[in-house]
């Protein structure tokens, strides 16, 4: 059956078009996806994104447990700060990416993609034994709305007392935004400075509302998960299920910064963690022979590449597309694509996309295509 989330009839109001995503009823696009993308880029939009799964691990050991079950040093997070990071299997496959957020000095929000959130929650209640911590479905407690773009700053201030100038990015502190208590955090998936609030369900509508009206005079209109993609495609962030997977493990993804072989950990646990042995051999691996690396693309013509289409050179395939479509904002076609290490550095000659049997010119080029002026 459907999910849907508390903001679902307002979505329907709005005229909203509606897909399946990962179980969850969700607003593609209200209008153009166009119009919705550079509203994000010159002024603001607003995401409902309540199917993102939410998941309490606290406790005396919350930090140890969180140390071994994910690749990160979350030992190192400051209260009020957040981590991305990553959950992988015994053999470095990646699960999922993550964001955690330390709340209190023992508790910590886990918030896992809507497609893995089950996976996440299992895992991570696995990984606990032995640990004097407690791992909880928080799903049903949290609403999330997004607000992303340039104004994003001016929209929230206006409807909050919160001190954002002090609020950094990959931080979130609890306040009041319209009247709701939420968390507050500088976080996003577009590229643009912007917040995520997670509220109470029975207060998004409301606090959907506040913001609307708050944001009339700065452009910002609703957007759905469609331009999201292609804000995330642009900033060059990967998503599960396209750059990231079971059969990659961080370092095979150009993500093996996220990795820490070395962990800080208040209780004096190890450094030990799942899928630790296999991501040693992986780092070693990419450091002799590195595999295919994670470029970008950009077409010389105007036709879309799409997820699972070769990258080939001369006839020979060195590649797969793992995400494309239009870039609004370099009003071209662009990929992100794993291709092999010889043909991944910018300006690369001879590269092209097989689009049902025509090798299309693309130019390779570095991640990301786009990058906000701070």
């Given at each position: ?26 607003p ?58 990553m ?71 206006s ?98 910064r ?10 004096e646990?190890?450094?030990?963690f ?66 092999d ?34």
């Open positions: 059956m459907t999910r849907t989330t508390a903001l679902d009839a307002l979505h329907r109001s709005l005229g909203a078009t509606m897909t399946d995503f990962a179980g969850w009823d969700m593609l696009r209200y209008g153009s996806e166009r119009d919705e993308h550079n509203a994000v880029r010159t002024a603001a939009g607003l995401f409902d994104l309540s199917h993102m799964g939410e998941i309490t691990v606290s406790g005396p050991q919350a930090v140890d447990l969180l140390n071994h079950a994910l690749v990160g040093n979350i030992g190192s997070v400051g209260l009020g700060r957040a981590r991305y990071t959950i992988c299997r015994a053999d470095g496959g990646i699960l999922d990416d993550l964001i955690v957020y330390r709340l209190g000095e023992t508790e910590y929000m886990v918030v896992a993609n809507a497609g893995n959130a089950q996976v996440v929650l299992d895992a991570l209640t696995e990984r606990a034994a032995g640990f004097d911590a407690e791992v909880r479905d928080d799903h049903d407690a949290y609403a999330l709305l997004a607000v992303q773009g340039p104004n994003s700053a001016a929209i929230v201030k409807v909050t007392d919160a001190d954002l100038d002090g609020l950094k990015y990959y931080a979130g502190l609890p306040g009041t935004v319209a009247g709701v208590q939420a968390l507050i955090a500088r976080t996003g998936y577009t590229g643009e400075d912007g917040f995520e609030l997670f509220v109470s369900p029975a207060d998004a509508e409301k606090l959907w509302q506040a913001l609307t009206e708050a944001g009339a005079e700065y452009g910002l209109i609703p957007c759905g998960l469609s331009c999201r993609d292609t804000l995330r495609l642009e900033a060059g962030m990967p998503l599960y299920g396209h750059e990231l997977s079971t059969s990659l493990t961080p370092f095979d993804a150009g993500l093996g996220v990795v820490k072989f070395e962990k800080k950990s208040p209780n646990h190890s450094d030990d799942v899928g630790r042995e296999a991501l040693v051999s992986a780092a070693e691996r990419a450091e002799a022979n590195p595999p295919r690396k994670l470029v970008g693309l950009i077409a010389e013509g105007r036709r879309v590449p799409r997820a699972g289409m070769s990258v080939v050179v001369d006839g020979t395939v060195i590649g797969e597309v793992t995400s494309g479509a239009p870039s609004p904002t370099l009003g071209k076609p662009i990929a992100m694509a794993y291709v290490a010889a043909h991944a550095e910018p300006g690369t000659a001879g590269v092209g996309v097989d689009i049902r049997g025509t090798h299309e010119p693309y130019e390779v080029v570095a991640l990301p295509f786009y990058k906000r002026q701070k």
